[in-house]
């Protein structure tokens, strides 16, 4: 399943060089996550009373083109890896500019995090389905846990 977010950006999206801030960036790829767990059925309440959270080991950004002051954009998630139990997951985000050019990719390597113990967790029976039917990146792999 494909997933893409279209986005009107804000003022406060871009900086003095009158292009998106970089963070801003990384805001909607956050964005486009969270509304990829709700399309799913899975809101934040949900972890919340799961006591189970997503956490981000790493958060990389690969500026390939300027977005400009005024212009809308578009963002997808892609499941980039996984390991065989779901605990981690890495996903890559492509950011459209208006124009449909592909302006950033922004990977995360995450994991599930058991609130209560702060300890990695496997997602509950129920949320185990999460990125089964998610689009795969072409370089897809299986995220190998070491012992």
């Not at 009107?8 to 990384?26: G, L, P, Q």
């Not at 709700?38 to 959270?53: A, H, L, P, R, W």
């Not at 956490?55 to 977005?67: C, D, G, Q």
């Amino acid at each position: 399943m494909s997933f893409t977010v279209n986005f009107t950006t804000r003022w406060a999206d871009f900086d003095a060089n009158i292009h998106m801030r970089h963070t801003s960036y990384n805001d909607y790829a956050a964005e486009v996550r969270l509304r990829y767990f709700k399309e799913k059925n899975i809101t934040i309440k949900d972890f919340g009373k799961e006591k189970i959270g997503p956490i981000l080991f790493e958060e990389n950004t690969r500026f390939l083109k300027e977005i400009h002051l005024g212009e809308n954009i578009s963002a997808n998630v892609k499941v980039l890896g996984l390991s065989r139990n779901g605990e981690r997951w890495k996903l890559q985000h492509e950011v459209f500019n208006e124009a449909g050019k592909l302006s950033a990719v922004i990977t995360v390597y995450g994991a599930w995090l058991d609130l209560v113990k702060r300890k990695l967790t496997v997602l509950p029976t129920k949320f185990q389905e999460l990125f089964k039917d998610a689009e795969k990146t072409e370089d897809f792999e299986e995220i190998i846990l070491k012992k």
